[in-house]
């Protein structure tokens, strides 16, 4: 409620709340110590252009920063952390937010002692230098990056209060970098090939094996992000670009890549990033992320602030099979559903932004959003995804979530029927 | 002018265009050598390809493993903390709490030899002998149940005898026909039977880091 006290009095309060607009002449308000006393960003002189040689942001967005999970995971060497969605507008996630994943801490490499090596089922295995690779032509696209294990701790129930750890294993930034198959054309692929195998220059030497069509069709060798290089803790000085596929594939600090007529079944396509179904049987090569979409505001770290009136649900959605057609939004858990708004860029494989602007009547609300994609998939319910999946299968869970926002403004993960 | 003219046709029917002759597009590179491949290429497949001459036994296994793998997988392969199990879990691939090792889910003895010697011990990676790499995989091979000898000689002419429990335990990816989440029409209006409610919370486990915040 308006209260006259109340030094950050928001503008729709001011212009209404229950004194209701016509007594605004009427009403004796608080002067706003923010407009009536001298701040001293007005008085005093700032740091001047040198203070920070590479930017950061303003000390008041200090909990706009990547948080992890310390049970999920025994050493934070080998370890993940998570985006905070909820901090970020738009569509394209700032390179210092991206989410962490690694598995054998973050190689620091030299660029002048990295190589790249193609080798196995060519014609003339290469050896090629950062300014090698340099020298192909570039191409610059905006692709998602989402781990397979994204709301993989959802699975058994709702079980992380915020949209950071349930949905925070994503990225989405513009990758520079020359398309793979240029490097293979250059290695000359023997007719019998049907795979490829990048491999990391890391501590844990990450593998997999990528069908050879996909590494010809999309596939980027890329050394930039959002038009800066690669951050070490993103592959730096290069990695592999594997769009709409699940972001293990994307073999960070890319030192090889093997040609060859099978895939290697290595650790990271049998014991991990296989699906264990119900019965026992466990699919593998599920490389497509489903189409997926979430709620960032408000979510339990992003409660409602404001009092009851016109209120901005934001959110993000993608698809590893093409671009967003199409998300809807329910606020009362699932039973109805208006379509929301997409704005911004639409790219394939790319985030989507989308916003439900209403207006709250102050009494709880149920949450959920759900997108379609432009192959037609679905976004399923987390019912409707447990019937064909089980609840063991860790990685592609992109069912639909539901936030509890309390009368108050506090938001809550649940699950409803 | 030429080339870009040829990379775009390539492009678009890049199978017709692979081979020699599409070689030396842009002249970048340079030729590997045989001892920068060998140095470098270092993955193996379960037909065999890539392992190495050598040999180990589960016996021999053991004493590497007790000095480099039990302090996080335990003496036992049961696992230390959260430090992965490697042993056991046989038949539970069909139960609620499944236990997925290498002896109860791993298809392929391939995989142990290729991630043992890439990634292991960690923090050490790639520091193992070749020999020491198939005595540890005898040795978990062994712990596992699999071989039963423990004094067998696991070499790369035997290596091929191994049949992991779980080969035939993995399926192609079926989302699209089985899971039927795909040109489905989304309900709009009325879509469950009455209104809906929470029927779970997140606060009841209490699991999120800075839950206080």
Same mark, same amino acid.
């Given at each position: 409620?308006?209260?006259?006290?109340?030094?950050?009095?928001?503008?729709?309060?001011?212009?209404?709340?229950?004194?209701?607009?016509?007594?605004?002449?009427?009403?004796?308000?608080?002067?706003?110590?923010?407009?009536?006393?001298?701040?001293?960003?007005?008085?005093?002189?700032?740091? !001047?252009?040198?203070?920070?040689?590479?930017?950061?942001?303003?000390?008041?967005?200090?909990?706009?920063?990547?948080?992890?999970?310390?049970?999920?995971?025994? +050493?934070?060497?080998?370890?993940?952390?998570?985006?905070?969605?909820?901090?970020?507008?738009?569509?394209?996630?700032?390179?210092?937010? =991206?989410?962490?994943?690694?598995? !054998?801490?973050?190689?620091?490499?030299?660029?002048?002692?990295?190589?790249?090596?193609?080798?196995?089922?060519?014609?003339?295995?290469?050896?090629?230098?950062?300014?090698?690779?340099?020298?192909?032509?570039?191409?610059?696209?905006?692709?998602?990056?989402? =781990?397979?294990?994204?709301?993989?701790?959802?699975?058994?129930?709702? #079980?992380?209060?915020? =949209?950071?750890?349930?949905?925070?294993?994503?990225?989405?930034?513009?990758?520079?970098?020359?398309?793979?198959?240029?490097?293979?054309?250059?290695?000359?692929?023997?007719?019998?090939?049907?795979?490829?195998?990048?491999?990391?220059?890391?501590?844990?030497?990450?593998?997999?094996?990528?069908?050879?069509?996909?590494?010809?069709?999309? =596939?980027?060798?890329?050394?930039?992000?959002?038009?800066?290089?690669?951050?070490?803790? #993103?592959?730096?000085?290069?990695?592999?670009?594997?769009?709409?596929?699940?972001?293990?594939?994307?073999?960070?600090?890319?030192?090889?890549?093997?040609?060859?007529?099978?895939?290697?079944?290595?650790?990271?396509?049998?014991?991990?990033?296989?699906?264990?179904?119900?019965?026992?049987?466990?699919?593998?090569?599920?490389?497509?992320?489903?189409?997926?979409?979430?709620?960032?505001?408000?979510?339990? #770290?992003?409660?409602?602030?404001?009092?009851?009136?016109?209120?901005?649900?934001?959110?993000?959605?993608?698809?590893?099979?093409?671009?967003?057609?199409?998300?809807?939004?329910?606020? +009362? !858990?699932?039973?109805?559903?208006?379509?929301?708004?997409?704005?911004?860029?639409?790219?394939?494989?790319?985030?989507?932004?989308?916003?439900?602007?209403?207006?709250?009547?102050?009494?709880?609300?149920?949450?959920?959003?759900?997108?379609? +994609?432009?192959?037609?998939? @679905?976004?399923?319910?987390?019912?409707?995804?447990? +019937?064909?999946?089980?609840?063991?299968?860790?990685?592609?869970?992109?069912?639909?979530?539901?936030?509890? @926002?309390?009368?108050?403004?506090?938001?809550?993960?649940?699950?409803?029927? | 002018?030429?080339?870009?003219?040829?990379?775009?046709?390539?492009?678009?029917?890049?199978?017709?265009?692979?081979?020699?002759?599409?070689?030396?597009?842009?002249?970048?590179? &340079?030729?590997?050598?045989?001892?920068?491949?060998?140095?470098?290429?270092?993955?193996?497949?379960?037909?065999?390809?890539?392992?190495?001459?050598?040999?180990?036994?589960?016996?021999?296994?053991?004493?590497?493993?007790?000095?480099?793998?039990?302090?996080?997988?335990?003496?036992?392969?049961?696992?230390?903390?959260?430090?992965?199990?490697?042993?056991?879990?046989?038949?539970?691939?069909?139960?609620?709490?499944?236990?997925?090792?290498?002896?109860?889910?791993?298809?392929?003895?391939?995989?142990?030899?290729?991630?043992?010697?890439?990634?292991?011990?960690?923090?050490?990676?790639?520091?193992?002998?070749?020999?020491?790499?198939?005595?540890?995989?005898?040795?978990?091979?062994?712990?596992?149940?699999?071989?039963?000898?423990?004094?067998?000689?696991?070499?790369?002419?035997?290596?091929?005898?191994?049949?992991?429990?779980?080969?035939?335990?993995?399926?192609?990816?079926? &989302?699209?026909?089985?899971?039927?989440?795909?040109?489905?029409?989304?309900?709009?209006?009325?879509?469950?039977?009455?209104?809906?409610?929470?029927?779970? &919370?997140? &606060?009841?486990?209490?699991?999120?880091?800075?839950?206080?915040?």
């Amino acid at each position: 409620m308006a209260n006259s006290d109340n030094p950050t009095l928001s503008r729709r309060a001011m212009l209404g709340g229950v004194a209701g607009s016509a007594a605004l002449a009427t009403v004796a308000r608080a002067n706003d110590p923010a407009i009536t006393e001298m701040q001293e960003w007005t008085q005093y002189l700032g740091d !001047g252009v040198d203070a920070a040689p590479y930017g950061v942001p303003s000390e008041y967005e200090a909990d706009a920063v990547r948080r992890d999970v310390p049970w999920l995971t025994a +050493d934070p060497v080998s370890s993940v952390n998570f985006t905070p969605l909820h901090k970020l507008e738009g569509i394209i996630t700032p390179n210092g937010l =991206c989410f962490e994943r690694h598995h !054998g801490g973050v190689a620091q490499i030299d660029p002048a002692m990295h190589r790249l090596m193609i080798n196995g089922l060519v014609d003339k295995p290469l050896v090629f230098t950062m300014e090698d690779i340099k020298r192909f032509p570039r191409e610059n696209r905006i692709y998602f990056l989402e =781990c397979a294990a994204n709301t993989g701790m959802e699975w058994r129930g709702a #079980q992380l209060n915020g =949209c950071q750890f349930t949905h925070g294993m994503v990225h989405c930034v513009m990758y520079t970098g020359v398309p793979l198959r240029y490097l293979l054309e250059e290695a000359g692929v023997k007719t019998n090939a049907k795979w490829i195998m990048p491999e990391g220059a890391d501590a844990s030497a990450m593998t997999r094996s990528i069908p050879l069509d996909k590494a010809l069709d999309d =596939c980027l060798i890329a050394f930039a992000m959002n038009g800066e290089a690669l951050r070490p803790e #993103q592959g730096y000085p290069l990695r592999i670009v594997v769009p709409g596929w699940e972001g293990n594939m994307w073999v960070k600090w890319l030192r090889r890549i093997e040609v060859g007529d099978e895939p290697w079944h290595h650790r990271e396509e049998t014991s991990k990033y296989t699906d264990l179904l119900e019965g026992g049987k466990a699919r593998r090569f599920t490389w497509e992320m489903d189409v997926k979409s979430v709620i960032t505001n408000p979510s339990p #770290q992003a409660p409602i602030t404001h009092e009851k009136g016109h209120t901005v649900l934001s959110g993000l959605a993608w698809s590893g099979r093409g671009n967003i057609k199409r998300v809807d939004v329910s606020i +009362d !858990g699932g039973r109805n559903w208006r379509p929301a708004r997409i704005d911004g860029p639409s790219h394939d494989k790319a985030l989507h932004r989308f916003y439900h602007e209403f207006d709250w009547d102050g009494s709880p609300l149920l949450l959920q959003s759900r997108a379609v +994609d432009s192959e037609g998939w @679905v976004q399923p319910t987390k019912d409707a995804l447990r +019937d064909v999946r089980g609840t063991e299968s860790i990685y592609h869970n992109n069912s639909i979530q539901t936030w509890h @926002v309390r009368k108050g403004g506090e938001v809550e993960n649940v699950e409803v029927g | 002018m030429s080339k870009w003219v040829d990379t775009a046709l390539c492009t678009a029917a890049f199978v017709m265009c692979a081979g020699p002759s599409f070689a030396d597009a842009f002249g970048l590179g &340079r030729p590997a050598t045989p001892a920068e491949i060998a140095a470098w290429d270092i993955d193996i497949r379960p037909d065999g390809a890539g392992l190495p001459i050598g040999q180990g036994t589960a016996a021999e296994g053991e004493e590497v493993y007790s000095e480099q793998c039990a302090v996080c997988h335990g003496d036992f392969g049961e696992g230390i903390d959260r430090w992965p199990i490697l042993v056991g879990g046989g038949d539970t691939l069909e139960n609620d709490r499944p236990v997925k090792t290498i002896g109860s889910y791993w298809p392929y003895a391939s995989t142990i030899w290729d991630y043992v010697h890439r990634a292991m011990p960690f923090g050490e990676a790639q520091s193992l002998e070749d020999d020491e790499v198939y005595a540890i995989t005898a040795y978990l091979l062994y712990m596992n149940d699999i071989l039963e000898d423990d004094e067998a000689v696991l070499s790369n002419e035997t290596f091929s005898d191994i049949v992991m429990p779980n080969v035939d335990g993995f399926i192609e990816d079926g &989302r699209v026909e089985i899971d039927g989440m795909k040109g489905v029409e989304p309900c709009m209006n009325d879509c469950t039977d009455g209104p809906v409610s929470v029927t779970m &919370r997140a &606060r009841v486990l209490d699991v999120t880091p800075d839950a206080e915040n």
